[in-house]
């Protein structure tokens, strides 16, 4: 299971990005991945790393398609092969 981190910024477009965090997020649901989204970034669960590739690039493409000219986007991924990991065990992990 890969767990990435993501953040997408569009440069100017003011200061707010609710906007378009809404529009990633909308992404992420009809790409039907698990995520979890948090006051910086959205969290993202995928079987491999071609599926998660692939969503952020929607991801990022539905960003400049709502009028971004430039954008930052930011990834982080946790690619454990050694056993299951899901961001589910990974909390669970640290409240015991």
Same mark, same amino acid.
């Given at each position: 299971?890969?767990?990435s981190q993501l953040s997408i910024a569009p440069l100017g477009k003011g200061t707010s990005v609710s906007t378009y965090v809404k529009i990633v997020i909308?992404?992420?649901k009809k790409e039907?991945?698990?995520?979890?989204?948090?006051p910086m970034a959205t969290v993202i669960e995928t079987k491999n790393l071609t599926t998660l590739f692939q969503? %952020?690039? +929607?991801?990022?493409?539905a960003v400049a398609d709502a009028g971004a000219e430039?954008?930052?986007t930011e990834i982080k991924?946790?690619?454990r092969r050694d056993k299951e990991a899901t961001m589910k065990?990974?909390?669970?992990? %640290?409240? +015991?």
């Open positions: 299971m890969i767990i909308e992404t992420l039907h991945v698990t995520f979890q989204t948090n969503v %952020i690039q +929607k991801a990022h493409q430039r954008i930052i991924i946790d690619d065990t990974k909390l669970k992990s %640290i409240k +015991k």
